[in-house]
């Protein structure tokens, strides 16, 4: 038994090690994208190069398995929902996922996925598919592969979603996303044949960009980031990155002329940044410190930029304060202009300026065609036509270009298969959460209005953040709401909300 | 042969990655100072503390003996000034010091320096220096079973100046400082009974913040720092750190009611970033492409600070500037007032507050007095007594505590005896290579005036910066003055300066 205890200590100590070596990584790449000089580029790509190449050694370092040997048959691992069950259950499942990958068809992926990136850009600036094409299929064919090495009973897509949302099921993950889509398309046309609509010309007045900064970073505060753990830097991409525990670093990009841009860009990744600052600190290093999934982890930050942060509630306690920040863009809007401007729903080109309602369609595009292209049902050769086709017939708008079109994300040429339906999973998590907190908390509303996110904030943070990894994402809904994940409450909440703003 | 160069590629890349690792050390530094948030700092304690023994293990790896034991025999160690005999010198040099301690002594010192240094700001504040003499004791005392350790002739101060100045000797360099001190004491004493005073008080008039970084900033971009490879940011202790070819960060602090320090900081800084900046980048990572010596780095920084930044020719340049971004203070100020101000010389407490005259003297007592301690000729119990009998005698004014006398600088709490003449020499190597850039290059006034910095710059980049480590300071004053390091430059300098300034 002590021989046993000892064991998860080096195993345990061994990981935390880790955990330290990819977060010193992780601040290499942040300061690459905010503060490092340009010429610093090279230097610096060997350096995040060799901490991975660290980081991976002592992930798959060969006493692990020795190690998660002795311990998976001992007590210690009997219960999966104590600490020790629950990290050596995690510990054992990344473990084999990654040694059972080949090193040489890492390196393939990690060489196909470079050279993708690179094409891809060429590609996209020369709205020319075919140069990409090539350097799809290889990916296509290298994740196949993955798939193959990894193990699967139904699908080759499995293994690759269980990447970003552990525990998940291809079959499970269709189902409720064609349930999702039969009840959004007709409400998405209903809201585009609607002859009331907003005026959204007003978010591209001119909001100066200083005044952005101030008046973000205190809706942040005001919903509970803590800038004493954290800070809001700029960036081409926003992101959310968690350096340790105390230092959750977000980034936004700021438009003069855009509005929702920034403000519901920090609204999001200040989701993220409470979600981090709510993990459990004394498991910090190991599984059970981590986030559950992609999924829970955008439902975290969903929540923050549409159930509250587009809510009219928000924005009664928020608006006299945007006037008093944007005077000029502001003074004579009303509140209800302002409301509808910030929710314009109307059937767009690009995944990443869709609106709430719009957005999770452009989700389900890609993820039937990602299952297709990884299940061989569909060629590359064929995929801008299945693009378009799709577009056409759940937004009914066809991309003038495969720029606009096939070629606007990144995902694919950088391996990332498996990744997209996490977004519209986060967006149902959400809205599920969202609802057992008002059940829980009473008028969630009336809190906003007053300006009180502390009930729903230390709501999510005693039932979600500080949870860390003890239950998969599907564990966790049951849990908390009583049901499991359904498109329900998220059409429940779209289709009340703008109802009321298209006069459905 | 192959066999020895195959070793000599081994050494070198062991080496490389060294420094690879100590630079991602230095961004976890930099970035602790600079942006971090303060809850951030336990992990970053943590995550520092491991690179750092990362470094030293790399440093230290047996294999790094065998390879030299091999190659300091061989045909690529015999030219001590080629590339390869240059890299093997140092790197044999290196590791003979780091290998010969052992590790129970820096183990002990670290210790004794981190408690050293709790204690010190406790004494500070506490202005008593008993709280801290014990700790003083324990380090000097490890430092002198330090000097024992990397052996020693003449004096245990030896080993210890040779960390930061190497190949130098303590018995040179209090000669040419007791030399530097007789001429310098009749001139602070000159100076200090004239009757001719500057009114300094015009430079602590109201300097907006933000219009003294874009002044910083174009000063330092003009005399020819790259800030498409560096930065510049605001730390409590300005500092310049190199985190990689292309990639140099400067810091400085703003006071709205103290011009010089921010400006002149922020051009010594754009001294040692330009060092950095001219290193030769094809042996990035190797002894050959890094700098000489912290008396070297000094003058670059010095050179640009006082000979360059404090003329007459450069305020005949840039005050015109000066008056538009600073109008409220400078408006109505003639340049000779100006010029006056910034070259206000007065014997003063404080050293790092001190002017470029009386600077030497602080630096002078400090080496006396530590000289002392290390070899056991003057007692911890007696430096309080020791200490501001110096100053009385050196700049005519007693301490009034502890706090403003003894206790006032960092380094001795953290055990870095021989660092203090580095700053002295940095002034005398600045003065001589100096008046030989004038020598070489004509009139470097009548440049200045015109802004034009790039001959100077050029000259330092040739001269000095592009030979890296190829020769120590006394080999590199020798080639590039014609003469070995004296006092004599710097008087020269300085009592032609202030003569004019002063009226003596």
Redesign the interface.
Known sequence: MTDINATYQLLCDQAR?TT??A??QQ??EW?EQT??????????A??VA??AGLVHKKRTAPEIGEWLEQLTQSPLAADLESDTGSNLHHLRRDYNKKTKLPQSLVEQLAKACTLGQQAWIEARQADDFKKFQPNLEEIIRLKREEATALGYEKTPYDPLLDDYEPGESTENVARILSELRDALVPLVQAIAESSQRPDASLLARSYPTDAQKSFGTEAARAIGF??????LDVTAHPFMTG??????RMTTRYDEHAFSDAFFGILHETGHGLYDQGLPREH?GLPLGEDVSLGIHESQSRMWENQVGRSRAFWEHFFPQAQAAFPAALKNVAIDDFYGAINDVRPSLIRVEADEVTYNLHILIRFELEQALIEDRLQVADLPGAWNEKYEHYLGITPPSDADGVLQDVHWSAGLFGYFPTYALGNLYAAQFFAQAEGDLGDLDKQFRQGKFSPLREWLRKNIHAQGRRYTAAQLALRVTGSTLSHESLIRHLASKYGKIYGL
Chains 1, 2 share one sequence.
Not at 35 to 44: E, I, Q, S, T, V
């Open positions: 090690e330290m070596l977060r010193i601040l290499l300061d503060k490092m000089p340009k010429a610093g580029g090279p230097y610096r060997e350096q060799y901490m803590d800038f004493n753990a954290g800070r350096l340790g525990p105390g230092d959750v910090y």
